[in-house]
């Protein structure tokens, strides 16, 4: 599960890098994921350490830069003119 859905966080950076925009995003349900991964990590950290954490550590920094954009496009959308 964790590769098949990290799989997809490549593309969904990709197109919130090239888009510009914030649509079709929700950045409550990356916020959502993001807090799950952490207590993937936290769960891995304190109770059964091995290698998987760095697939929850790969995908939270991921999730984290997809947050980022959607900051940055959303910067950028409320500095374009609006149409009267």
């Known amino acids: 599960m964790l590769i098949c859905f990290g799989a997809a966080w490549p593309v969904s950076i990709y197109k919130?890098?090239?888009s510009r925009t914030t649509a079709g995003k929700s950045?409550?349900?990356l916020i959502i994921v993001l807090i799950g991964?952490?207590?993937g990590i936290f769960?891995?950290?304190f109770n059964n350490l091995d290698l998987v954490?760095?697939?929850?550590?790969v995908n939270a920094v991921m999730v984290s830069i997809?947050?980022?954009l959607y900051v940055r496009n959303k910067t950028l959308s409320g500095n374009t003119p609006k149409s009267p």
């Open 53 to 57: 954490i760095w697939l929850y550590i």
């Open 66 to 68: 997809d947050i980022l």
């Open 37 to 39: 991964y952490i207590a």
């Open 27 to 29: 950045v409550i349900f």
């Open 16 to 18: 919130s890098y090239t």
């Open 43 to 45: 769960h891995k950290i």
